[in-house]
């Protein structure tokens, strides 16, 4: 028995960029809502800091946070 009978799973196809009609699929949405939101949840986390006046320290948290978003 192999993994793929044993688990049932099946290849992931990708999407025709030229079928028509295409729209995205509610997981991509639902991702880049997601995304969005992580986004804007770092972007006041920076200003708070830049208001407190920690501005090395604030934009340093930022660019971390921000490369683990942007790496998912």
Known sequence: MTVESRFR?????PRDP?????TASTL???FDLV???AVSI???SL?????DGHVLE???NYGIVFFGIWWA
Not at 9 to 13: E, I
Not at 47 to 51: E, I, P, V, Y
């Open 47 to 51: 200003h708070h800091a830049l208001a």
């Open 9 to 13: 799973l099946v290849p992931m196809r």
């Open 28 to 30: 991509e949405l639902f």
């Open 58 to 60: 604030g934009i340093l």
């Open 18 to 22: 030229d079928e028509e009609g295409r």
């Open 42 to 44: 770092a972007a006041v």
């Open 35 to 37: 995304f969005v939101v």
